[in-house]
C-alpha cells in the first residue's frame, strides 16, 4: 500500500486526531443504532408504532445515528484531504458530495425528532396522518438525496486509487450509498451490511490516519480528552437550558 504520509508541520482542518479519530466512532455508533432497530419495519408508520411501544429504545437509537452522521463530517473532510494528495478531483468531488449528504440526513433527523414528539403531544394516529399527508413535500433538501449516494461511490473509488485502502476495503466503503435515505426510515439486513462495511473500511482509515505523525504527550493525551468532554457537557447542559 502506498505512503499517504504528509508534511507534519502544515495545518489543516479538522486535523488528524480529529478526523482519525472520527472514523473509528462514528461508525461504530451508526452500527449500534441499526442493530436496534432492525428487528422494526423501516417504513414510517411502523417506525412510529414502534416509538408509541419502545419510546426509549427508540430515541436511543435514532440518537445514535445522529450521533454517528454528525461525526462523520471530519471523517468525510479528512479521507477527502488524504485522496486529494494523488486523486484530486475524486476527493474533491467525492468528498463535497458526501458532505452535502450528510446535511441531507441531519435534516431528515429532524423531522423524526418532530414526528416523535407529534406521538408524545397528540397521539400515533394523528402524527401517522400528519407525517403520511406531508411525506414528500418539497423542500431544499431534496435536492442533495443523490448527493450522499453518489459521493461515497466516488470517495471510495478514490481511496482506492490513492491506496489509501485495497479494493475490498474500498467496496465496504461504497457500500454507505445503498444506506436508506429519507424521513423516519429504519434499518434492514442491508443497511446493517452497509454498516459493516462502513466500519471495516473506516476503521482501516481511521488507524492510518492516527499514526500519521507524532505521538502525542502524555500530558497531551490527558488534558484534550478531558477538556473534550468538559466542553461537551457544557453544551449539552447550555442547550437544555434553551
Same mark, same amino acid.
Given at each position: 500500500?502506498?505512503? *499517504?504520509?504528509m508534511n507534519?508541520?502544515?495545518?489543516?482542518?479538522p486535523? $488528524?486526531?480529529i478526523?482519525?479519530?472520527?472514523?473509528?466512532?462514528?461508525?461504530? &455508533?451508526?452500527l /449500534?443504532?441499526q442493530v436496534?432497530?432492525?428487528?422494526?419495519?423501516?417504513?414510517?408508520p411502523?417506525?412510529l408504532?414502534?416509538?408509541?411501544?419502545?419510546?426509549? @429504545?427508540?430515541?436511543?437509537a435514532?440518537?445514535?445515528?445522529?450521533a454517528?452522521?454528525?461525526? &462523520?463530517?471530519?471523517a468525510?473532510?479528512?479521507?477527502? $484531504?488524504y485522496v486529494g494528495?494523488k486523486?484530486?478531483?475524486?476527493g474533491?468531488?467525492?468528498?463535497?458530495? /458526501?458532505?452535502f449528504g450528510l446535511f441531507? $440526513?441531519?435534516f431528515?433527523?429532524?423531522?423524526?425528532?418532530?414526528?416523535?414528539?407529534l406521538v408524545n403531544?397528540?397521539?400515533?394516529?394523528?402524527?401517522?396522518k400528519?407525517?403520511g399527508d406531508?411525506?414528500?413535500a418539497?423542500?431544499?433538501?431534496?435536492?442533495?438525496?443523490?448527493?450522499i449516494m453518489?459521493?461515497? *461511490?466516488?470517495?471510495?473509488?478514490?481511496?482506492? $486509487?490513492?491506496?489509501?485502502?485495497n479494493l475490498?476495503q474500498s467496496?465496504?466503503?461504497g457500500?454507505?450509498s445503498g444506506?436508506?435515505l429519507? /424521513?423516519?426510515?429504519?434499518?434492514?439486513?442491508f443497511?446493517i451490511?452497509?454498516?459493516i462495511? &462502513?466500519?471495516i473500511a473506516?476503521?482501516?482509515?481511521?488507524?492510518?490516519v492516527?499514526?500519521?505523525g507524532q505521538?502525542p504527550?502524555t500530558?497531551? &493525551?490527558?488534558?484534550?480528552? @478531558?477538556?473534550?468532554?468538559?466542553i461537551?457537557?457544557?453544551?449539552y447542559l447550555?442547550?437544555?437550558?434553551?
Amino acid at each position: 500500500m502506498e505512503d *499517504i504520509s504528509m508534511n507534519k508541520t502544515e495545518f489543516w482542518f479538522p486535523g $488528524r486526531w480529529i478526523g482519525g479519530t472520527s472514523m473509528i466512532v462514528a461508525p461504530i &455508533l451508526m452500527l /449500534v443504532s441499526q442493530v436496534l432497530l432492525v428487528k422494526f419495519d423501516f417504513f414510517y408508520p411502523y417506525q412510529l408504532k414502534a416509538y408509541y411501544d419502545h419510546p426509549n @429504545l427508540l430515541i436511543t437509537a435514532y440518537s445514535l445515528y445522529l450521533a454517528g452522521n454528525i461525526l &462523520l463530517w471530519p471523517a468525510a473532510a479528512t479521507i477527502a $484531504r488524504y485522496v486529494g494528495q494523488k486523486e484530486p478531483m475524486l476527493g474533491l468531488v467525492g468528498g463535497t458530495l /458526501v458532505m452535502f449528504g450528510l446535511f441531507a $440526513r441531519t435534516f431528515h433527523y429532524g423531522i423524526n425528532h418532530m414526528a416523535f414528539q407529534l406521538v408524545n403531544v397528540q397521539n400515533l394516529q394523528s402524527a401517522t396522518k400528519a407525517i403520511g399527508d406531508s411525506y414528500g413535500a418539497f423542500h431544499v433538501v431534496s435536492t442533495l438525496s443523490a448527493a450522499i449516494m453518489f459521493g461515497w *461511490i466516488i470517495l471510495a473509488m478514490g481511496t482506492y $486509487r490513492s491506496g489509501m485502502l485495497n479494493l475490498i476495503q474500498s467496496i465496504c466503503l461504497g457500500l454507505m450509498s445503498g444506506l436508506m435515505l429519507g /424521513v423516519l426510515k429504519g434499518a434492514s439486513p442491508f443497511s446493517i451490511i452497509c454498516s459493516i462495511g &462502513l466500519l471495516i473500511a473506516m476503521l482501516a482509515l481511521g488507524k492510518k490516519v492516527l499514526t500519521d505523525g507524532q505521538k502525542p504527550s502524555t500530558k497531551n &493525551l490527558v488534558f484534550w480528552p @478531558l477538556a473534550i468532554i468538559v466542553i461537551i457537557t457544557a453544551m449539552y447542559l447550555f442547550g437544555q437550558a434553551g
